[in-house]
């Protein structure tokens, strides 16, 4: 069983950073991708970013591409989110997401493909 446990939200202006962080146990985390996902109030949940099991290869939503950077630390088994640049736009509850089978994923951004979530943290940006 996986257990992930998010933190860094938190209430920031427009145009500040946060960074989020989501602590992995359970599996090896080392032979797992990980993502992060969103979700707005009233919203769908949609993919942020996501990253390969040995952070070689990462994913953007079109939303956050040059402003958020998802990065891994495998002795730490934590995974991260740093957001820049925020916009009112990016107000949601952010999820940490560990894939349901290690390795190679085919859609790193389909929600399907991982099996294992955080609580959330939530994220308010103030314009």
């Known amino acids: 069983q996986v257990q992930l446990v998010e933190s860094g939200g938190g209430l920031v202006q427009a145009g500040g950073s946060l960074r989020l962080s989501c602590a992995a146990s359970?599996?090896?985390?080392?032979?797992?991708?990980m993502g992060w996902f969103r979700q707005a109030p009233g919203k769908e949940r949609e993919f942020v970013a996501a990253?390969?099991?040995?952070?070689?290869?990462?994913y953007y939503a079109d939303s956050v591409k040059g402003r958020f950077t998802i990065s891994r630390d495998n002795a730490k088994n934590t995974v991260y989110l740093q957001m820049n640049s925020l916009k009112p736009e990016d107000t949601a509850v952010y999820y940490c997401?560990?894939?349901?089978?290690?390795?190679?994923?085919?859609?790193?951004?389909?929600?399907?493909?991982?099996?294992?979530w955080g609580q959330g943290t939530q994220v308010t940006v103030s314009s």
């Open positions: 997401a560990c894939a349901a089978a290690p390795g190679v994923l085919k859609n790193y951004y389909s929600d399907y493909s991982y099996g294992y």
């Open positions: 359970g599996r090896t985390f080392s032979s797992d991708a």
């Open positions: 990253i390969s099991y040995s952070g070689g290869l990462t």
